[in-house]
């Protein structure tokens, strides 16, 4: 941040302000405070009968590598329809959520990954300008070595787990750098 | 946003982003992207004994009413530790934190409200900047008049309800306005 979005100075410092106990973008002329706090990335895995929808990436990061739909939760909206929206974006799928799943806080990257179990209404989907190719995968048939994010990883893997006992319960983790 | 905080430039426009389907704030002359996205407030609902602990707000909004701990997740946290840091600060109190408990998709101001139920490790507690007084609070000694919001309101509801069987699952609800 160089220049105050409100009065346009240069005079921005990286401070605690009075009464805080964090550093904030700070504009010593017109007294403004920018706050900036974690994203949220909201995301769905869709099953189908025994398999699960993934989608391959049409976009930077992680091009080229398989994914569960899933991006930035957006303003007015409830987790439960970012999840929705998402992955109407990313692969033409419609779907009801069933639960909450996994969540996970990444403190390296300041973001929460939060995703639901949901179902496909029918199976149809397609790929999008987000997704190069969207597709069905059992356990077996998933790309284990070419999935883009340690998140969407670990929560394919509990759901499979689960799935021996049919127990999906809801999970909380933290991710660390490395 | 009037000025590029990248730039300086005023020549800001609130307009959809190519490839992007929602309004944000960019910069004409430099081509900066402004993103904003809700926040999450954490906290924790911490028991001891059969009682709860609250604290009056010292800090607008809802000065002089009552809620739990809780406030805006910081970058560089897990979600627990934001709970954790929140009650210290408004409390003094050290906790356990038990298990998730609540999540609230507040639409009309694009927040998240995420609660947890937590353990006082021992029952000592204190006012502090943010809270004029601290207590313990039985289900019958609760100002249920004078709590300062709805998240906390429902998440305290629910709390006593599921004492009755022992039971406390995950819940997941969207709070509308008005």
């Avoid at 007015?76 to 996994?102: F, H, S, V």
């Avoid at 179990?117 to 190719?133: D, N, R, W």
Wanted: with cysteine; glycine share 6%; charged share 25%.
């Amino acid at each position: 941040m160089k220049y105050c979005s409100k009065c346009g100075s240069e005079n921005i410092q990286f401070k605690i302000p009075a009464g805080d106990n964090l550093k904030r973008y700070c504009c010593d002329d017109c007294g403004a405070i920018y706050y900036t706090n974690p994203n949220v990335v909201v995301g769905a895995l869709c099953k189908y009968e025994d398999k699960v929808l993934l989608c391959k990436r049409n976009i930077q990061p992680r091009l080229g590598l398989w994914t569960l739909p899933a991006g930035f939760f957006e303003n007015g909206e409830t987790l439960q329809q970012g999840a929705i929206r998402e992955t109407k974006e990313e692969t033409q799928a419609d779907i009801n959520i069933i639960q909450p799943y996994t969540l996970f806080s990444l403190t390296h990257i300041s973001q929460l990954h939060y995703f639901y179990i949901a179902e496909l209404t029918k199976p149809k989907f397609g790929p999008t300008p987000e997704s190069s190719e969207v597709a069905l995968f059992t356990e077996e048939e998933i790309p284990w070595d070419e999935i883009a994010f340690p998140t969407v990883y670990k929560t394919l893997k509990y759901f499979f787990e689960d799935s021996k006992t049919n127990t999906f319960e809801y999970k909380e983790e933290e991710i660390k750098l490395g």
